[in-house]
């Protein structure tokens, strides 16, 4: 049995879930109202350069923490981006489930110390 095979179908059969078309549509939904998905671009870009600065040791200020607060408030004024989140929850507590399927042979090996 080759793993990959297993891996390259389970991708196959996410592709044919629920959950990810939903997601699909909510995105979509976004993108279709220019505000919301400027918006939306606007906090994703804060989100990695805060990553970033994360990542090279750079300290976050109480001005980036309000200012990525003054834009993630404002994401609730949009119904697509809350959908949006709310499917993204889905999505995520399905891949949280998966991983622990996919982990258990891994987890059971210093279960059984």
Not at 16 to 24: G, R
Not at 52 to 80: F, H, P
Not at 87 to 108: F, G, R, T, V, Y
Request: no cysteine; aromatic share 6%; proline share 1%.
């Amino acid at each position: 049995m080759n793993i990959y095979d297993s891996a390259n179908q389970l991708e196959q059969d996410l592709r044919k879930t629920t959950e990810v078309s939903e997601l699909k549509l909510a995105f979509e939904a976004v993108k279709a109202n220019d505000l919301a998905y400027k918006l939306f671009d606007k906090v994703q870009n804060k989100q990695f350069e805060l990553q970033q600065k994360q990542m090279q040791g750079q300290e976050i200020t109480d001005d980036d923490i309000k200012a990525m607060r003054e834009l993630t408030d404002q994401l609730s004024n949009y119904s697509e981006i809350q959908n949006l989140m709310e499917k993204e929850q889905k999505m995520n507590s399905m891949m949280d489930e998966l991983n622990k399927i996919i982990s258990k042979p891994i987890a059971e090996i210093y279960q059984d110390k």
